[in-house]
């Protein structure tokens, strides 16, 4: 329950660094003053007027269309209308010219940034600092609301395990524990901790469920989840954003297990409401609803909506299914008015809480919210923090000597292609890119030849001239990757590799013998077998939005020690996928592999040894989750624990000390992990329970330490029951799920 504390008429109260925000008179109300507004106002609701506040529609401009549907009462909220003078000459049909007055809710998909574009949300995650992701959430909170926006269809915490899925980009990677404290970590950044001040939008954590284990990582498609799978690896995200207080929950496209999200009652009303307790209200994805007679399991829009309602979806996006079929429904009693009235509830609460009937419209007198200077310095941290070096032969960093750099590849001026998917509000004009930014940081020593010009150009033509240019260069720096457009919503791919022409250019640079910084700006983990020989660095950018540019400078010439680590595996081929860190063991765990290339001919079947690993791809995948280097070096003790044994109600902490062996400083990861050993179910070989990125000076010891309690130990049986079983549990503490180094044994008793 999000209990609001009432506050005080006392004035302006200012936001800590929401300069030049008004704030409204501290007037937000309690949860008994909402419900009390609430049944007052449902009192007088006619049944059209309620079924009208069920109803979100896609639009912009003050058109006719939207003038009437509003004045009939037959609108609850607008998505995708961006101007704030529009925003308020509709609000004001609202607020004017209906019967009740009830405003309306703006909404838009505020995914990684309004206009200061942050990098892309698994490029967020690759920081390991979810203090970035609140506060870039709350910069794209100021910047979105200035316009009227007071809703933004974001968290995504969708675990994805299938790079092929195109929005692997859009949400924290692979693994619950991590995607829980940033998804958590933005639902704070958008909401604040008083939803109806100015300056803040209402969270929707998204999208309710197993979005992410589409088959065959292609986009909508069907999901067989087994309860323990849903609820150890798909599930806890949501808890965790549903216990943050996220606002608002987005239902997902998919089945799970032939149950299409739209209609699965297990979800919302059994879990969302009933376990976790949470009263926030539910919008459709678009058109969700009416696509459950793609689905097969209902016959027409009548059927649809029945489904829907029954499931507890509030809100339906862009379907007409409730305006058209549920006053229909209600009068042939197939959905009870009381159903119909519970789902208003939550739409007027959310308007309630956001503080929308007392301060309808946008203040447009107040000074432009966009691309402050605070911002753009937020973004650049972040697109500095979100970079993974993976590779480095000593090449890097360039230093401050005047090195001759040629500049070269697709990626290297895409002011568009920069920012990544779901960056509608970008203006691509205010993107700097590595060009614009190499050219301050080289100056005259800075050639620029495109060689390629967008990511999937077959056409070699121009690499001869790239090539021709490294003849006077000391090093190239390489810009690959993918367009914006290659990943996100319906933009899977089969292949991961890089599109394009872009390996061949890359095969020709490296004949000029000159040393070679490859950089990937891309939307997902991208195969990089050959291009990891051939280059001598590797720096990987999740598509780094607006300060990518100047980012990548800093972190070329040293200025700042890259310290990003992988929130997802890098497969070495697309066949590896899916590919994960926290795999079962099996019956067959590989020890050693005889890869295809060493078989000898007319091997024997099993004279290559029967264990499970890929003949022409080994076991792991090129780049584990949670590895990133650095320029300096880290060396990690064994993990201490501050006992052997605890109970199953206990907790011990585990501590290690970490050191900076090198000689600059450097922030470094310390991930904690653990394994049962031995349970009723088979259980992952490894799964994260903590992380602290940590900063040290050359030789610099400290000592992290992390709290594990019992219950972080616990996991869903096959009665879809959570234990926690006694036994023995390995403890790693590493900088990467390779979780080298000895294990601690940890033994937990039936207390
Ligand atoms: C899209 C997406 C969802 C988005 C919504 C509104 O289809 O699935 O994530 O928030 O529609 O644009």
Not at 400 to 424: C, E, I, R, Y
Not at 662 to 686: F, M, N
Request: aromatic share 8%.
């Amino acid at each position: 329950m999000i209990i609001k504390k009432f506050r005080k008429i006392c004035g302006l109260v200012a936001i800590a660094g929401l300069s030049a925000i008004t704030t409204f008179p501290a007037m937000s109300a309690t949860d008994a003053e909402i419900e009390a507004n609430i049944d007052r106002l449902l009192s007088q609701m006619t049944l059209d007027e309620k079924v009208g506040q069920l109803n979100q529609l896609s639009g912009t401009g003050y058109s006719d269309g939207m003038i009437r549907d509003i004045r009939a009462g037959k609108i609850g909220s607008i998505l995708n209308e961006v101007d704030a003078e529009t925003v308020n000459k509709l609000q004001r049909e609202a607020m004017e010219n209906t019967r009740l007055h009830i405003p309306i809710i703006f909404s838009r998909d505020v995914i990684h940034g309004f206009k200061t574009i942050f990098p892309i949300p698994i490029g967020q995650a690759a920081t390991w600092r979810p203090e970035m992701v609140e506060q870039g959430s709350r910069i794209s909170a100021r910047e979105a609301s200035s316009v009227g926006v007071r809703w933004t269809f974001s968290p995504m915490v969708d675990i994805a395990r299938d790079a092929r899925w195109g929005r692997v980009a859009e949400g924290y990677g692979e693994d619950p524990y991590l995607t829980s404290v940033m998804g958590v970590a933005a639902v704070r950044g958008y909401q604040g901790d008083d939803l109806s001040q100015p300056g803040t939008m209402a969270a929707c954590t998204k999208h309710f469920c197993g979005y992410g284990a589409s088959e065959g990582g292609r986009d909508y498609n069907t999901t067989w989840l087994p309860r323990p799978l849903l609820r150890d690896v798909y599930l806890p995200p949501f808890e965790a954003c549903a216990k943050a207080g996220s606002a608002t929950f987005m239902c997902s496209f998919n089945d799970i297990n032939g149950v299409p999200s739209s209609a699965n009652k297990f979800l919302f009303r059994d879990v969302l409401r009933g376990e976790w307790g949470w009263n926030g209200m539910v919008v459709s994805d678009w058109n969700s609803i009416g696509e459950m007679i793609n689905h097969g399991v209902a016959a027409d829009k009548h059927d649809a909506a029945d489904l829907a309602a029954h499931a507890g979806i509030d809100m339906d996006m862009q379907a007409y299914c409730y305006i058209d079929e549920l006053k229909q429904l209600v009068s042939d009693g197939k959905v009870s008015i009381e159903i119909v009235d519970e789902m208003v509830r939550n739409v007027l609460r959310l308007k309630y809480r956001l503080g929308l009937f007392d301060h309808p419209y946008v203040d447009t007198t107040l000074p432009s919210q966009m691309y402050l200077p605070e911002s753009l310095e937020a973004a650049l941290h972040t697109a500095e923090e979100s970079a993974v070096l993976l590779t480095n032969n000593g090449v890097l960093p360039l230093g401050d000597k005047k090195v001759k750099v040629l500049l070269t590849g697709p990626m290297a001026d895409a002011h568009h292609d920069q920012n990544g998917t779901w960056s509608f509000d970008m203006e691509k004009d205010k993107t700097i890119t590595p060009l614009d930014a190499f050219k301050k940081t080289f100056g005259k020593n800075l050639t620029y030849v495109p060689g390629l010009t967008y990511s999937r150009q077959k056409d070699l033509s121009g690499v001869d001239a790239a090539v021709e240019a490294a003849a006077k260069a000391d090093v190239i720096i390489f810009l690959a990757g993918e367009e914006a457009v290659l990943s996100g919503e319906a933009h899977c791919r089969a292949d991961i590799s890089l599109p394009g022409a872009q390996t061949e250019m890359l095969r020709r640079l490296k004949a000029t013998g000159k040393p070679i910084v490859t950089v990937v700006m891309a939307g997902r983990p991208i195969t990089l077998p050959e291009e990891s020989k051939l280059s001598d660095a590797i720096i990987f950018m999740f598509h780094p939005g607006t300060m990518g540019g100047p980012a990548l400078a800093n972190i070329l010439t040293g200025k700042v020690n890259p310290s990003g680590h992988l929130p997802i595996s890098f497969p070495r081929m697309v066949g590896q996928v899916p590919i994960y860190y926290s795999v079962k063991n099996t019956g067959r765990p590989t020890t050693e592999m005889m890869l295809i290339d060493e078989i000898p001919h007319e091997a024997g079947q099993t004279s290559t040894g029967c264990t499970t690993f890929w003949l022409d791809a080994g076991l792991d995948p090129l780049y584990c989750f949670g590895y990133g280097l650095s320029y300096t070096t880290f060396e990690y003790s064994a993990p201490r624990l501050s006992a052997e044994e605890m109970t199953t109600d206990g907790e011990v902490t585990v501590s290690c000390d970490v050191t900076n062996t090198g000689k600059v400083e450097g922030a470094d990861v310390a991930q904690l992990y653990v394994r049962d050993v031995v349970a009723s179910l088979a259980r992952p070989i490894k799964q994260l329970k903590g992380f602290e990125k940590i900063t040290l000076a050359p030789g610099e010891t400290r000592t992290v330490t992390f709290t594990l309690p019992a219950s972080m130990l616990s996991f869903y049986d096959l009665d879809d029951k959570s234990v926690i079983e006694p036994g023995d549990f390995q403890i790693w503490v590493d900088n990467s799920s390779a979780c080298r180094g000895k294990a601690a044994t940890l033994r937990v008793v039936e207390k």
